[in-house]
């Protein structure tokens, strides 16, 4: 019993010391992925910003001038969650083919399979930290009120990070085996979307029963993008930062993250068979 | 110090059915030893070099590797065809474990060994197979691995290229470093290994020195003919201890590329090097072919047509085309010797089976020892009436190396099919050289005029695409305006479209087109720079 615990520990601090000896790949991996992002586009780099932007203009011409949504400040509480939701589904939309798109890779050098998806969602990551910081400064240049709760930010967006990497992981495992999946996908980011309230506050959404269940606490207490999205917004312009709520989103990430990996180790074996 | 050990491995897919790839393959590699692998298609090889660099996981026994390995397992292994020559080469470095730094110091070597200077910069996905050969390759010699893993890679590139790699490669020998050689050409694994095993059917079929393992291999595959030949023995002898000595010889090919191996009916050039310590003025060369059952079956010198020559103190070099070869498969030897004239009972240097030659067996199969240039016609139903003079069989004047044995006439001389003379398709993606000499190219079809005798034919059209392709290319074959078939091609290796053709009563031309969907850049003679996007070449032309 002991044996096969101190066993199981000292696997994973060889898995962790095998990734951080393959660190140097992984810059260079997540380097090559933001490369060529937007190689042959004229806009480059400016993409990941005017994309963001370009998505708000459409919702406020929806949301605000189409059905006169009263939520102050609409702009920035939607930058606010947009940037996060394209973040976290662009983790795991690119996850999902991290694995299955690199079969030249796979088939033919040896490294940490893990990189391939986490190469994706930091790739992301570094995308995202520098749109947000962007949003920022736009906030202090156009006066908004900020508070100090900022200072939870890099530890939200921490947290937001380890969800979509575990995600990004197990979707790729998952996918190898099952293409299916990449059809779930899309539709479920559609879904995952519109129940998560980038573009509506939970607010106005009615508490409604279903089958004797609130609908309101289970769609966005169990959805941990749900409370992101709403961290976000809390710590930047409210000055709040719901405590338990994210608390059980850090359990939820490091558990898809720890099932990411486990799914990875596990099975990588196989990847250059079925790929 | 370093020792490699596998043990009793397969590797079992999930269906019900299972196949082992590799069963019962145990071995060990000393550090510093070269093990060649051989062995037909599909025999596993590969396999062992895969479960040997990680891609792979044996499903039982285990693999013991000490030591940093690089494996040269196919072209453009962790090569992205978005990024550029310089980003590969750090991304490739990268998954070695060699840093940003260190692949920095090492990057110019890279570069000038692979000769891609103009084009490091452009994105690899416009490199072609050979290109990408040539990154691959410079990059494993660069990082120096404990382990160096090669499989068959150096089939591709040109002639001048591959030559710089065995090169290279003998000097990774030299210096003592590891090295796997998968390779289904048996003569290359004897030049690199001194250790060889045979695999098949994905079990160790021999496993020993070289020159043992190789000689096993060529009989079984040479089939029953040459392996019923007694092997002689044919350890080399050296004899003679005068003025003028043999440092150096070797057999090149029609490219000039040394080769030990050559198929009935190619040339072979023997090149031999010598150093003389004083001058002499009657000095004669001469070489004799062996069998290797010890038939001599050829003997030759410079007193036939040169007479005497004269050396003079210093290195020289002397050169004799042999061919084209009407050998029958097996293996020969050649002898060298050095005399002067009248001397020629006690030579000045001797060197007895200095040289192996191999030759092949060709598709379509010899028998017998000799290879006679011949050409059947076998004449239509007639009026009874005997065959009148010109009917007769023509001996076909011109031997060339695939089409001995074929009915068909070259295309007509001044055949107007295209504007630039260059485009041609067939060169350089053709294992036989040059042959057809003319398929011509007009942007997207490709045309090649035979004329087939009387007889029924197949066709053999092989097509690949050089570059990594994201999406098949689709194709038509017609013969005289008319579609035969549709291909589609989409990957680097060969594919082969077969077409039957119905047997005629007379000499008929037919117009061959090969016709694609869209615009590719055809293979081009010559090698730099290197465009190619679509390989298409009339590989074969048999008769039932």
Known sequence: MEKSEARGLSAIAGAVSEVASFSELLRTMVIRDLKLRYRNSVLGFLWSLLSPLLMTLVFILVFKVLTQTDIPNYPVFLMAGLLPWIFTQGSVAGGLHSVTGNANLINKVYFPRELLPLSVVLAGFVQFVIAYILLVAVLVAFRIELHATIVFLPLIMLLNLVFAAGLAMVVATVNVFFRDLQHLVEIGLLAWFFLTPIFYTLAIVRNTSFLGLDVHRWVFSLNPMATLVTDYRYVLTEGYLPIRHTAVTLVVALFLFGLGWYLMRRYSYRFAEIV | ?544
Not at chain 2, 75 to 103: C, Q, W, Y
Not at chain 2, 154 to 175: H, M
Not at chain 2, 187 to 202: L, N, P, T
Not at chain 2, 420 to 445: M, S, T
């Open chain 2, 1 to 544: 110090m370093f020792s490699l050990l596998l043990a009793a491995f397969g590797n079992a897919g999930m269906d019900v059915e299972q196949f082992w790839a590799l069963q019962d393959v145990s071995f060990t590699v000393e550090q510093g030893e070269t093990l060649g692998i051989i062995g037909r298609n599909g025999s596993g090889k590969s396999t062992i070099l895969k479960l040997l660099s990680r891609t792979l996981r044996p499903d039982e026994g285990r693999i013991e590797v000490d030591g940093s390995v690089f494996g040269l397992l196919e072209l453009g292994a962790g090569f992205h065809p978005d990024l550029t020559g310089r980003e590969n080469i750090f991304l490739n470095g990268s998954f070695l474990g060699v840093g940003h730094k260190e692949m920095g110091l090492l990057y110019p070597e890279i570069v000038a060994f692979s000769e891609l200077e103009r084009f490091i910069d452009t994105p690899i996905k416009h490199y072609s197979s050979g290109m990408y050969m040539r990154l691959g390759f410079s990059i494993a010699l660069a990082v120096k691995p404990d382990i160096l893993l090669i499989d068959e890679v150096l089939a591709v590139g040109d002639a001048a290229f591959a030559r710089k790699c065995y090169d290279a490669l003998a000097e990774v020998k030299r210096a003592k470093r590891t090295m796997l050689f998968v390779s289904h050409d048996p003569i290359q694994v004897r030049r690199f290994c001194d250790q060889v095993m045979w695999i098949e059917e994905g079990r160790i079929r021999s496993y020993g020195p070289a020159r043992d393992v190789i000689q096993e291999y060529l009989q079984s595959t040479q089939g029953p003919m040459t392996a019923e030949v007694h092997m002689a023995p044919t350890d080399p002898a050296e004899e003679g201890d005068g003025p003028v000595k043999i440092v150096q010889s070797v057999l090149l090919d029609e490219n000039g590329v040394e080769t030990h191996s050559a198929l009935p009916g190619e040339t072979v050039t023997l090149r031999v090097r010598y150093e003389a310590e004083r001058y002499l003025d009657d000095v004669i060369f001469g070489a004799a072919l062996r069998r290797s059952d010890g038939l001599h079956v050829y003997e030759t010198s410079t007193a036939e047509s040169q007479g005497p020559v004269s050396v003079q103190p210093g290195y020289g070099t002397v050169e004799c085309r042999l061919g084209p070869l009407p050998l029958g498969p097996g293996a020969y030897h050649i002898s060298l010797a050095i005399w002067r004239e009248g001397e020629r009972m006690s030579p000045l240097h001797l060197l007895r089976n200095d040289l192996a030659l191999f030759m092949g067996k060709p598709r379509g199969g010899h028998r017998g020892t000799t290879v006679i240039p011949h050409q059947w016609r076998v004449a239509a139903a007639d009026s009874g009436v005997l065959p009148s003079v010109d009917k007769a069989v023509k001996p076909q004047p011109d031997m060339t190396s695939s089409s001995m044995s074929v009915p068909w006439s070259m295309p007509p001389e001044g055949l107007n099919m295209g504007r630039r003379e260059e485009e041609y398709l067939g060169d350089g993606w053709h294992p036989v050289e040059n042959w057809p000499p003319a398929v011509r190219w007009i942007g997207r079809e490709a045309r090649v005029v035979l004329t087939q005798d009387v007889a029924r034919g197949t066709l053999v059209i092989s097509a690949c695409r050089p570059m990594h392709a994201d999406r098949p290319v689709k194709g038509r074959v017609t013969v005289n305006g008319e579609e035969i078939t549709t291909f589609r091609v989409s990957g680097i290796d060969f594919e082969d479209i077969v077409l039957p053709l119905d047997p005629v009563n007379e000499p008929t031309r037919l117009e061959i087109g090969l016709v694609m969907e869209e615009t590719f850049v055809p293979a081009v003679v010559g090698i730099d720079p290197d465009t190619r996007e679509l390989g298409l070449a009339i590989r074969e032309i048999r008769i039932e």
